[in-house]
C-alpha cells in the first residue's frame, strides 16, 4: 500500500518514508531540454510505468522510479538522461558508462540521448532493477 505525503503530494511505498519533500513538475525537469529527451523519457516512462507497484515521483534533479525501494533514477541533463538503475554483477563494459559496487549489489549509469538508443536489452536491465529491488 503505497502513501501520499501530505506535504508534497508525492506517492511513496510506505508511511513516513525519507523522501526530498518538494513539489516539482515533470516539465521544469526537461524545461531547456532538446524535444527528443522528452520522447526518450515518454518511451521509458510508458515501459516501466505499467509494472507492478511501480511509483513514480520527481525531485528538482531527477525522475525516480520505486516499487519497494528505488530501482531506477532519470536525470534529465542538458543533452542527454543519466540513467541510475541496479544489478547483482558489475557493468564495465559500453554502453555503461560506470558500475559501482553499492553493498551487495551494483549501481549502474549508462546515458542516452536518442529514442535509437532504446535497445531491448536497455529495457531488460531496467527488469533486472526492479526485480532486484
Known amino acids: 500500500m503505497s502513501w501520499i505525503c501530505p506535504k508534497c503530494d508525492r506517492e511513496l511505498p510506505k508511511p513516513a518514508q525519507p523522501h526530498y519533500c518538494a513539489r516539482v513538475s515533470?516539465?521544469?525537469?526537461?524545461?531547456?531540454r532538446p524535444p527528443?529527451?522528452?520522447?526518450?523519457f515518454d518511451r521509458i516512462l510508458a515501459e516501466v510505468a505499467d509494472w507492478d507497484e511501480v511509483l513514480v515521483g520527481t525531485t528538482p534533479n531527477c525522475i525516480v522510479f520505486t516499487r519497494r525501494l528505488t530501482f531506477l533514477v532519470v536525470r534529465p541533463m542538458k543533452k542527454?538522461?543519466?540513467?541510475?538503475?541496479?544489478?547483482?554483477?558489475?557493468?564495465?563494459?559500453?554502453?555503461?558508462?560506470?558500475?559501482?559496487?553499492?553493498?551487495?549489489?551494483?549501481?549502474?549509469?549508462?546515458?542516452?540521448?536518442?529514442?535509437?538508443?532504446?535497445?531491448?536489452?536497455l529495457f531488460r536491465y531496467m527488469r533486472?532493477?526492479?526485480q532486484l529491488l
Do not use: C, M, T, W
Open 26 to 32: 515533470l516539465d521544469s525537469l526537461f524545461a531547456g
Open 128 to 130: 533486472e532493477s526492479y
Open 36 to 40: 527528443e529527451l522528452v520522447l526518450v
Open 80 to 121: 542527454e538522461l543519466d540513467l541510475k538503475f541496479y544489478s547483482e554483477v558489475a557493468h564495465p563494459e559500453k554502453p555503461f558508462l560506470k558500475s559501482v559496487a553499492l553493498g551487495n549489489k551494483f549501481e549502474n549509469h549508462i546515458r542516452i540521448a536518442l529514442l535509437d538508443d532504446l535497445q531491448p536489452a
